[in-house]
């Protein structure tokens, strides 16, 4: 397993980021729709015809980052007057404005004496006539996606003023086989779909409900099995090593990693009724948190650890509810038609992002944690499962658009704009978003 993940896990060293100038150009992300932005990008030039290759690999990828953002439109490099020599020259930028560019993107890749090689980029504001700043990066010559995720972060973040989203990886369950007797095993990808791996086999165990560790190094899940109680798992990307955390009869819904990674929740049944636990990883000390003869499930705490959410029926109908990290101050936040379910916590601490079925119809939504602000993203047969970019812009969910068809990865971002399908070697189900890689 460590040998199948090298190429993800291997990093990328930072030569330098100049201090970018005062844009002219700028994106408002927080508006209910943004015209995409004409961007530029043309072939990143080779050192030599040896990286001539992974050059115009680097540039597919970051045209196809920027593009499915939604934020970005990329131009079609036969519309290009000026072809570039080099990135150290200022561009021509008439010619970019002549055909409506607003930024251009402009790169190198260097070979370097021991095997790796260097990218170089410059990012220019075709309008203001300017640099707004540059990146440099050596890796591995295999590692030349993730290069490329990173330029394109560098892109975004420089323009939104939000960190970038694309080099992360995304989890979820892969599921084979007909649609009685699933084969779901667990599965790791980056998070556009290349570069799929799986982590199980699926001969032993159904999976549900992966979840990343706040590190990225560790992913929990519910593993379920034909003949015993279903179990919590604990599994080290880095080693390929699993470890069982508990077996608890009639667990329900996913466990998850506190924002610290010192614990995880999760819902457990006692005496009858579901209610919700965290486990201090390095006692094992299990402490519920709830009582209640309702069932409190899924429970997601805020980023700064100091609340969590989860879904109670203790109203009559499911609905989200958020309670003090110790147990204490249990409010409801919903009270909409319909059931309320999977709550997850926004890494930016400012939504909860929540699963809502409604006569017959399955909407993903976010609301404010004190309950005001309620919006419903997407609609469909069945949508579920949310989980948030780590930069709280964007969320992945999975679909089934009609009974019996096919269950899909989607992401839509949080104006309710841009939804898209996320390729996957499989159906897939129940999503979770990595961190940013280190």
Sequence with gaps: MRELLTGLLAGLALLGAAAPAKAQVEIDITRGRTDPLPVAVPDYLAGSAEVSEVAGQITEVIEADLERSGLFAPIDERAFIQQLDSINVKPRFADWRAINARVLVAGEVEPLADGRVQ????????????QLGSIAFKTPRENWRRAAHKVADFVYSQLTGEEGYFDTRVVFVAETGPKEDRTK???IMDQDGANPQALTDGLNYDVLTPRFSPAGQQITYLALFENRPAQVYLFNIETGEQEALGTYRGMTFAPRFSPDGESVLFAVEQNGNSDVAVMDLRTRRLRTLTDNPAIDTSPSMSPDGGQITFASDRGGSQQIYVMDA???????????????GTPVWSPRGDLIAFTRQYKSRFYIGVVRPDGTGERLLTESYLDEGPTWSP?????????????????????????????RPVETPTEASDPAWSPPLK
Aim: aromatic share 8%.
């Design 391 to 419: 930069n709280g812009r964007v969320l992945m969910f999975h679909r089934e658009e009609r009974p019996g068809g096919p269950v899909s990865l989607y992401s839509i971002d949080l104006t309710g704009q841009n939804l």
């Design 185 to 187: 095993r667990l599965m």
């Design 326 to 340: 110790d147990g204490t101050n249990q409010r409801r936040i919903t009270f909409g038609d319909g059931t309320y």
């Design 119 to 130: 990218v170089n980029t410059r990012l220019w504001d075709v309008t203001g006539n300017q």
